[in-house]
């Protein structure tokens, strides 16, 4: 038994530690991005071609000055960000990294855990991350925050619906909700064999999942609600120092998660060439796929203009939801007439 | 093992009923619905402890994840203050409340007492994959055994779709 | 009938022996530990990071600093006033969807094991109509809400 509680310990606290990071250095690839797509070099000064900035950032933001609005509600003003921060770091133990290496003699799988209801337990923690928002919304004593919060969170739940039945789409093919099961199932190369992305109702249903995903997080262009020009920054207009950090860490965190899950879904996974003969390189391809989406993801945020507060509501409701349905619709006639 | 899973269930149960006691001291509503989400949290980890992982992954993105949502948005819109403990109008009240509370101590010996002997099985039933309580047997006895309560839903939330929004509209905008 | 030999107390603690003989021999449920540990986990990052701030600087508010910002002029009126009906609508109309995705999950995972298995082979189109029947009437409250400019205007 305490064998297992140790691998367990292991590998979420390299998890975690692996996530931080990837969240400081998201900052400075989003920034570079941003450069490079205004035709710029982004930040190339701190440390050797700019990479120690994430560090410059974060240490600026510890001695910056931590206010708290008069008359909030104290205790759910300093709980709201950690109530997004939580949910957003656990989705992580479900996910699938790779299959299985051996080291120390030991073979070692690559996921934290295996649950059979693994893909509705990281749909749960989304549904849970919506609070974080909205009460910081309503703790900040000011109307734009209370207005940004509610119109971000009616934004999440709108396009969580459309999340939710994607992913139905995909369970019709894989038969589990279990992540490990779903990626085993789609083994193989670049997908004729396997790739869910290249079947034929799926691949509609990735496009439609990416851009629900885009609009979970709130990343342009669905941020109408944290825009600079708008409701000045939305529901995180009152925080600062560190309680604002954690925020926008959840905001990394949650595009890393659903980069990660659109990958796990329909990209395959850690699958790839040569993967049974060398499992190491498992890992390594479920990082390029993941990084890949969310630098398109990065890619949309710099050349799309925002949507109007209502017009995203209409999209997520009349546009997505019912082409979802369709799509489920769709993809249990194909699975029943040509099994 | 034994020991652990005694303290797992005794630790959410006292989680889930001091929340639920904490739902009933608060004065502010917001605290309150607060209070529930914990509650339901920790009925979700009740759950887990009876081998039903669907229902308590249900729990939480239904109940705690949407139902809540709906609390929570009606409390800010409705900008519901915090209560004052009034001075009650109607004093005789006060004297059916204790009957009322025996009789609902009554029906939970009752229940308590009712279940006695009746013992859940030990392991799962059937194949790990299948087992009482996993998506397989709930997906199959939906539409074997409960279909008729199934496509009856399906007209229960239609009904719930139309009559909240009729009610909301009410002012002709 | 219930005996009434034993106490109401013994008949409890024989209902906490029961959920303990549940625990006993599940390899299932062991798998939802990790859960709690990254809880945990995940909490002590959020406290660290909390209290990160306090060491490092010292606080001088001010009253300019603590008052909600409303682009740097006095603000007015209360910060609580009453939100547009819309946003219950839409929390309503996303509850009784996510019911029907509740519904839908359990379906799209059995459903190709239901076209293989022996036991539910012939029912393939009950399955497959019934779940039909429940789409369409749900879509039928979707068009409903959409006809009735509910989701329009200020969303």
Known sequence: MTNILVEWVIKTVVILLILVTAVAYLTFLERKVMGWIQLRVGPNRVGPLGLLQPLADGLKMIFKEDIIPS???????????????????????????????????RTIELHVTRMNVGLLYIFALTSVGVYGIVLAGWSSNNKYSLMGGLRSSAQMISYELALGLSIVSVLLYSGSLDLVEIVNKQGGWLGHTGWNVFRFPLMFVFIIFYIASLAETNRTPFDLPEADSELVAGYHTEYSSMKFVMFQMAEYLNLITSSSIATALFLGGWNGPFVGRLPILGPVYFAIKALALIVTAMWIRYTVPRFRYDQLMRFGWTTMLPIAIINIIITATVILLFP | MEKASTIIFIVFAAAAVLSALNILLQRNPLYSALSLIVTLLSLSALYLTLHAEFIAVIQIVVYAGAIMVLFIFVIMLLNVPAVQPQIEKQKGLRYLAIPFAGILIAETFYVVLSIGKRTMPSVPVGTEAQAVGTTWSIGTSLFTDYLLPFEVTSVLILMAVVGAMVLARREGD | MPSLESSGISRLWTLASINRANLRTSRIMVNYVPVLLILFLATGVATVILVLSRFAVKNRPTREKLMPYECGVEPVGTSRERQSVKFYLVAMAFLLFDIEAVFLIPWAVVFR???????????????????????VVLFAGLVYVWRKGILEWNR
């Open chain 1, 71 to 105: 008359q909030s509600n104290k205790w759910l003003y300093i709980l709201a960000p950690a109530l997004s921060l939580v949910p957003a770091l656990m989705t992580f133990i479900v996910i699938p990294y790779g299959s299985e290496i051996t080291l120390f003699g």
């Open chain 3, 113 to 135: 094991g239901v076209l293989e298995s022996e036991t539910y082979r012939n029912l393939k189109w009950v399955f497959y109509g019934e779940m039909m029947v429940f789409m």
